[in-house]
């Protein structure tokens, strides 16, 4: 295990997060969050739980992103704060 590469995704993962909370367009929030699950998916197959990657790049990256990108057509797709 390469403890860098771990700190790595971890970081980007951080920026990410950050990034969609702070992004006031909602698509693009949603895109971000889909990237989160993705450097995520990449920290758990870097620490070899390969079950828990899949889960997370089948769940978090693929069906909770569309779901959220439906539900962002349905509405309006900036913030109104």
Do not use: H, P
């Amino acid at each position: 295990m390469v403890w860098e590469l771990n700190v790595i995704f971890l970081l980007f993962a951080a920026i990410v997060a950050v990034a969609s909370i702070i992004i006031k367009d909602l698509l693009g929030a949603v895109v971000l969050m889909g990237a989160f699950s993705l450097f995520m998916c990449l920290v758990w197959t870097q620490m070899g739980s390969v079950d828990v990657a899949f889960t997370e790049a089948t769940v978090g990256a693929g069906v909770s992103t569309a779901f959220f990108i439906v539900a962002v057509y349905n509405t309006t797709r900036r913030s109104k704060d």
